[in-house]
């Protein structure tokens, strides 16, 4: 889990950055 918890907060840093890549990063993020 704290893997997933780690993962998840990396992503939110990137998906800050890059909005428009929000949907393509966390549809990929959710059947990984």
Do not use: V, Y
């Not at 998840?8 to 890059?18: I, L, Q, R, S």
């Amino acid at each position: 889990m704290a893997m997933q918890i780690n993962h998840t907060k990396e992503h939110t840093n990137f998906t800050w950055k890059t909005p428009s890549n929000q949907k393509s990063e966390k549809t990929t993020d959710i059947p990984n």
